[in-house]
């Protein structure tokens, strides 16, 4: 259970740091991975879990320290969460095919979880992932909410019933403190 909500944390926290500007977004041609410079940093965040088939009710606080990779075509984001001291990496880059932003995380435990698809509707974003907990289909989805460049509220929600119904499994903030 713990494992999960680290993966909850993550993807809450992670996905609202992805890329550009909504002007990138609405341009193709401006989709490159030096849009993914808004992620560069630490980041500090604080979320509320509540009871869910992946969280337990409680709190919790992350740092998220983001940079380039060696080839400058990928951000990797090492995460701490507490309480619990959970670890996780992410990845993040653009599809050279898809021309589409992506983000893999791998946790202290070595599940790798993709998320599928990011939708970005001018100062919000939105992401889902759909995958299998305990023989159970279970759909993810995380709206970020930017209020400047270094800051944004989160929430993360997650159905039963491939997003027919909702229930709200965590939300919080986050901080950019060194760029």
């Known amino acids: 259970m713990k494992a999960s909500l680290g993966r ?10 992805i890329g550009s500007e909504a002007a990138a977004a609405a341009n193709p041609a401006a989709r ?16 509320e879990t509540f009871a869910s088939p992946l969280t337990q ?9 983001c940079q380039w990779s060696p080839s400058h075509r990928f951000v990797t ?13 992410a ?9 589409t932003y992506f983000y893999c995380e791998v946790d202290a435990t070595a ?4 998320v599928d698809r990011l939708v970005i509707k001018g100062s919000t ?5 759909t995958f299998e907990y305990k023989g159970q289909p279970l759909t993810l989805r995380t709206w970020n909410r930017f209020s400047s460049a ?18 709200m499994m965590s939300r919080g903030a986050a901080t950019r403190v060194h760029g």
């Open 91 to 99: 990845v993040y880059g653009l599809g050279a095919k898809s021309g």
């Open 77 to 89: 984001c090492d995460q701490t969460i507490e309480p619990g001291g959970h670890h996780d990496l």
């Open 32 to 47: 490159t991975p030096l849009a993914l410079d808004r992620l560069i940093g630490t980041w500090r965040g604080r979320s």
């Open 111 to 114: 599940q790798a979880c993709c």
């Open 8 to 17: 909850v944390v993550l993807w809450a926290f992670l996905a609202a740091t």
């Open 125 to 129: 974003w939105f992401y889902r992932s």
């Open 57 to 65: 009710p409680g709190q919790s606080t992350a740092v998220n320290v």
């Open 150 to 167: 270094d800051h944004y509220m989160f929430a993360a929600e997650i159905s039963r019933d491939h997003g027919r119904h909702w229930q």
